[in-house]
């Protein structure tokens, strides 16, 4: 669970482009300018994000996270609507 809030769990990412004792420098525009997208494999298969369950997991929480700020400024608003009413 706590896995992915420790430091090595970044270097150990199968899509390194870099040998592997430099996998923790990725610099992003290294290539020039959209040179990222040349190493995230995104002109062989655009849709091959589509098939993980990560993906759709991590887009779910996200949705789930993004609502529940919301609704919880939306209360805040309103209560201290209704409190200045006081």
Do not use: C
């Not at 525009?29 to 990222?36: N, R, T």
């Not at 190493?39 to 996200?62: A, D, E, M, T, V």
């Not at 400024?73 to 009413?85: G, I, N, P, Q, T």
Request: no cysteine; charged share 20%; hydrophobic share 45%.
């Amino acid at each position: 669970m706590f896995k992915r809030f420790l430091p090595w769990h970044h270097q150990n990412h199968k899509n390194s482009y870099y040998s592997i004792d430099q996998r923790n420098y990725k610099p992003l525009f290294s290539a020039g300018f959209f040179g990222f997208l040349d190493r995230s494999h995104f002109w062989q298969n655009p849709f091959k994000r589509l098939q993980n369950w990560k993906y759709w997991r991590s887009l779910i929480f996200r949705f789930l996270t993004v609502s529940i700020i919301i609704f919880l400024a939306w209360a805040a608003y309103e209560s201290f609507r209704a409190l200045r009413h006081l």
